[in-house]
């Protein structure tokens, strides 16, 4: 019922940016947030950020404070996470997934994209 696209990854040197994009299709989106998680090869499912489709509360693992940004356009339902003065252990696959709150628990959201590989050199 909702449809998640992530773009944006790439091949970025360390101390780079780069900008994800979530866009959400399918359904009425307002009543869902929605979080970014990453997945390197091997390693659990990680939490980065999360934000409400309303109201504006974020929430970020402490490893990507001060690094990252979570933002939403609402107009083009789109949820952003800039990631700045990115190191090789930011190197994942990373997710948007929505879901009836912001939490860290990668259990309790409900759609997922397909993910973006974010790839980051020394």
């Known amino acids: 019922q909702v449809q998640l696209v992530e773009s944006g990854g790439g091949l970025v040197q360390a101390g780079g940016s780069l900008r994800l994009s979530c866009v959400a299709s399918?359904?009425?989106?307002?009543?869902?947030?929605v979080g970014w998680f990453r997945q390197a090869p091997g390693e659990e499912r990680e939490f980065v950020a999360a934000?409400?489709?309303?109201?504006?509360?974020?929430l970020y693992a402490d490893s990507v404070k001060g690094r990252f940004t979570i933002s939403r356009d609402n107009a083009k339902n789109t949820v952003y996470l800039q990631t700045n003065s990115l190191k090789p252990e930011d190197t994942a696959v990373y997710y948007c997934?929505?879901?009836?709150?912001?939490?860290?628990?990668?259990?309790?959201?409900?759609?997922w994209g397909q993910g973006t590989q974010v790839t980051v050199s020394s």
């Open positions: 934000i409400t489709w309303s109201g504006g509360r974020t």
């Open positions: 399918g359904r009425a989106f307002s009543s869902y947030a």
């Open positions: 997934a929505a879901g009836p709150t912001a939490h860290v628990f990668w259990g309790g959201y409900d759609y």
